[in-house]
């Protein structure tokens, strides 16, 4: 079955550069998406199509991708950014989806 | 606003079948473009796919639970509803529903998978016990 493969952890400092990975073998032909999940909250969307920003969320979240690796990058990470972040893809031939395994990111 | 609240038991037992219904309010489901989906998340795990229906009625499935899931809606009650069989303790888990939009190609084509969960519901969780 496909697989999203995400680190179990990230620490910052505030103020640094955050950089949360995924890597997926479907990747290079199909968009990542990136979801926030802080403790006790139903998961928000903060990247979509790879790049994209919802009009709501910070312009310090941006996403990119090459090859088999999607990339989140939280530039001057705040303590408020603190959570848990999950990569969303489908698998190419049959078109359904599936979550990383999470990274759970610590700003202090 | 786009609202959805998904409702159930709390409870069940173990081979019962699981009935969730997720109403929903100011879309349609009759419209070009737009699902319903459903996530879940076992106490301190990760998030897991489970199925989507999209406004054409085309259903899709996890792979590992397509024998036990089915996905249905009613347009005109604005719902959606999951059931899933065969009951387990691994199956305790927060449910989530979400509005669905896959990714339109601009052309009429839409690419059903690329799907981007833009609004959650509160999710509802559900204990499998005896």
């Known amino acids: 079955s496909y697989e999203l493969t995400q680190p179990p952890s990230v620490s910052v400092s505030p103020g640094q550069t955050a950089r949360i990975t995924c890597s997926g073998d479907?990747?290079?032909?199909?968009?990542a998406y990136w979801y926030q999940q802080k403790s006790g909250q139903a998961p928000v969307l903060v990247i979509y199509e790879d790049t994209k920003r919802p009009s709501d969320i910070p312009e310090r979240f941006s996403g990119s991708s090459s090859g088999t690796m999607a990339t989140l990058t939280i530039s001057g990470a705040q303590v408020e950014d603190e959570g848990d972040y999950y990569c969303y893809s489908s698998d190419s031939s049959d078109n359904h989806g599936v979550f990383g395994g999470g990274t759970k990111l610590t700003v202090l | 606003q786009i609202t959805l609240k998904e409702s159930g038991p709390s409870l069940v037992k173990p081979t019962q079948t699981l009935t969730l219904t997720c109403s929903f309010s100011e879309f349609s489901l009759n419209t070009s473009g737009v699902g319903v989906g459903w996530i879940r998340q076992p106490p301190g795990k990760a998030l897991d796919w489970l199925a989507v229906i999209y406004w054409d009625d085309d259903r899709r499935y996890s792979p590992s639970l397509t024998s036990r899931l089915t996905i249905t809606k009613d347009t005109s009650k604005n719902q959606v509803v999951l059931t899933m069989t065969n009951m387990d303790p691994v199956d305790t888990a927060t449910y989530y529903c979400?509005?669905?939009?896959?990714?339109?190609?601009?052309?009429?084509?839409?690419?059903?998978?690329?799907?981007?969960?833009?609004?959650w519901g509160q999710g509802t969780m559900v204990t499998v016990s005896s």
């Open positions: 979400v509005h669905t939009l896959p990714y339109y190609y601009g052309n009429g084509d839409y690419s059903k998978g690329d799907d981007t969960f833009d609004i």
């Open positions: 479907a990747l290079p032909k199909q968009y």
